[in-house]
C-alpha cells in the first residue's frame, strides 16, 4: 500500500490535489449536515451566523479561504505549503459552490428549488476533480512537445475540432455533456450531434417538425430523469422547503444625476 501511494500520488505530485479532492468533499457533507440541523433546530446548531444582524452566508469564508489557499499556492511548490493550500482551497471551492444558487440569482434560494443548481454544481465539480485524479486531460492533449511536425499539427487539430464541439454542446444548451466532454471526448461528439434543447440558444432556430422533436425529447428525458435527480439531490442536500422567491425587478433606468 505504500509503495502504491508513493507511485501513483506522491511521485506524480497528485497529493496536494487529493487533499483538496477530499477537504472538497468533507466540507460539502459536513456544510449540508450543519444547515439541516439548523433547519430543524436540532443540536448545538440552533441560529445561522450572523455579525451585527447580518446573516453570514457560508460563501463569505469560502472566498477568504480560496484566496488564501491560492496566495499560498503561489508560494511555491515546497511541501507542506503547497499540501495547505490545497486543503484551503478544497474548503473555500465548497463553502462557495454550495451557495452558488444564491451567488446566481442574487437571492437567499438555498432551501428552495432554485437552490438545487447549488448541488448539480457540486456534482458536476466533483467530477471534475475525479477525472484529472484518474488521469483524464482536458481536450484529450497531455502535451503537445513532440518532434514530428504533422503529428503536432494533428494533435492541435483535433484539440480545436473538440474545442469546437464543446462550443457547440454549450449552445446546445447540454452543460454537463460539456463538461464530461472535456475529459472524454465522445460525449461531446455525441452530444453535439444530437438535437439541441428547445430552449437553448441553438434550439430556438426550430421550427415545425424539428422544434416538435427536441420538446417531445426534452420532456421524456425531463420525465424519466429529473425525478432522480431530485431524489439524489434531495438525500445528499435535503429536500427544498421554501418556496422559490419573487424575481427582482430589473432597476428602472433613469437620466443620471
Not at 460563501?59 to 495547505?84: F, K, Y
Not at 454549450?170 to 434543447?197: E, Q, T
Not at 431524489?231 to 428602472?252: F, K, R, Y
Amino acid at each position: 500500500m505504500g509503495q502504491w501511494w508513493q507511485d501513483n500520488i506522491v511521485d506524480p505530485g497528485k497529493l496536494p490535489l487529493l487533499l483538496c479532492f477530499t477537504a472538497f468533499i468533507v466540507t460539502f457533507l459536513s456544510t449540508r449536515l450543519i444547515t439541516r440541523l439548523i433547519r430543524a433546530g436540532i443540536g448545538p446548531f440552533r441560529n445561522n451566523v450572523s455579525s451585527s444582524g447580518v446573516h453570514v452566508h457560508h460563501a463569505v469564508p469560502g472566498i477568504v479561504l480560496l484566496i488564501l489557499g491560492t496566495i499560498m499556492a503561489l508560494r511555491g511548490p515546497d511541501s507542506p505549503w503547497i499540501e495547505i493550500a490545497g486543503v484551503l482551497s478544497g474548503i473555500g471551492i465548497s463553502l462557495i459552490l454550495d451557495e452558488f444558487a444564491l451567488i446566481l440569482h442574487l437571492q437567499d434560494v438555498y432551501w428552495s428549488n432554485e437552490g438545487r443548481v447549488s448541488v448539480e454544481m457540486i456534482g458536476l465539480a466533483t467530477a471534475v476533480f475525479g477525472f484529472v485524479l484518474l488521469g483524464f486531460s482536458p481536450l484529450g492533449v497531455d502535451e503537445l512537445s513532440v518532434d514530428d511536425v504533422e503529428l503536432r499539427l494533428t494533435l492541435v487539430s483535433a484539440a480545436v475540432l473538440h474545442f469546437l464541439l464543446l462550443v457547440v454542446c454549450v449552445v446546445k444548451g447540454k452543460y454537463r455533456s460539456a463538461l464530461v466532454g472535456c475529459f472524454i471526448s465522445p460525449v461531446a461528439w455525441w452530444a453535439a450531434c444530437r438535437l439541441a434543447r428547445p430552449n437553448s440558444r441553438w434550439g430556438r432556430r426550430y421550427r415545425g417538425r424539428k422544434l416538435a422533436r427536441a420538446q417531445r425529447r426534452e420532456a421524456k428525458f425531463q420525465a424519466k430523469w429529473d425525478p432522480r435527480w431530485r431524489w439524489l439531490s434531495d438525500a445528499i442536500a435535503g429536500a427544498p422547503s421554501q418556496p422559490d422567491p419573487e424575481p427582482v425587478p430589473p432597476a428602472a433606468s433613469g437620466p443620471a444625476s
